[in-house]
């Protein structure tokens, strides 16, 4: 049973560039949350999709956008990156079905912007 | 807006001696669910509390939600260095997905053996 998997593991990127991160979520779940660790804190909620669509925001500006594709997988993208996103940045994927709440969490991927 | 407030900010015990974790929300929440992040690692689910006044016990760790339902705390007997990491409350205002969690700070644990 695979676990919640996100590429790129680790990303380099220079101010102003965008930036975009991937996950798969867990087998068998369709709803995917994406958040964002700095050093130090706790996740901080950016989105969640849920059959293709954004259906809750946190408090992020439009530079940060997400899709979902039919086979439940999910991208982040950051355009025109600020040093203060270096972060790492979290997918979490549930089952709506399942009637609970409960977020498996994938390894993440660390940004570090220059 | 909602905030989610943790504390301490660190702890570092002795092995064997307690530890407990708490956490404290603006507004009430429909639920609350505690994650450990080991170093150089991800948010590992531990337990999900949604009644008022709930406690539950996982082995040495037990949780509580309090009755307003605006705090939570996170309970750990005779700690072991396998217990080091650090511990966060996560809220969620709303009832099932669609809503957010806003986590706390979190706890870091450290445990000398």
């Known amino acids: 049973d695979a676990g919640v998997t996100q590429s790129p593991t680790h990303l380099i990127k220079t101010r102003g560039q965008q930036v975009t991160l991937r996950c798969s979520p867990k087998?068998?779940?369709?709803?995917v949350s994406w958040y964002q660790q700095a050093l130090g804190q706790g996740p901080q909620f950016i989105f969640q999709?849920?059959?293709?669509?954004?259906?809750q925001r946190g408090n992020f500006p439009d530079r940060f956008s997400g899709h979902q594709f039919p086979n439940y997988s999910s991208e982040l993208n950051v355009n025109a990156l600020l040093l203060g996103d270096s972060a790492l940045y979290l997918c979490a994927s549930s089952l709506l079905a399942a009637n609970t709440d409960t977020q498996y969490f994938g390894p993440g991927t660390r940004l570090t912007v220059l | 807006g909602q905030q989610v407030m943790q504390i301490p900010q660190y702890q570092h015990v002795q092995e064997g001696e307690d530890f407990t974790t708490y956490c404290n929300s603006s507004t009430t929440l429909s639920n609350i669910q505690w994650y450990k992040q080991r170093p150089g690692g991800h948010p590992v689910f531990l337990i999900q509390l949604v009644k008022s006044g709930e406690v539950k016990k996982q082995k040495r760790l037990t949780f509580q939600f309090g009755e307003a339902k605006k705090n939570s705390s996170l309970h750990i007997t005779a700690t072991q260095t396998t217990d080091v990491g650090t511990y966060f409350c996560?809220?969620?205002?709303?009832?099932?997905?669609?809503?957010?969690?806003?986590f706390g700070s979190g706890t870091k644990l450290n445990v000398k053996p």
């Open positions: 996560a809220g969620q205002e709303g009832r099932y997905n669609f809503n957010k969690f806003y």
């Open positions: 999709y849920y059959e293709e669509e954004e259906r």
């Open positions: 087998s068998g779940h369709d709803t």
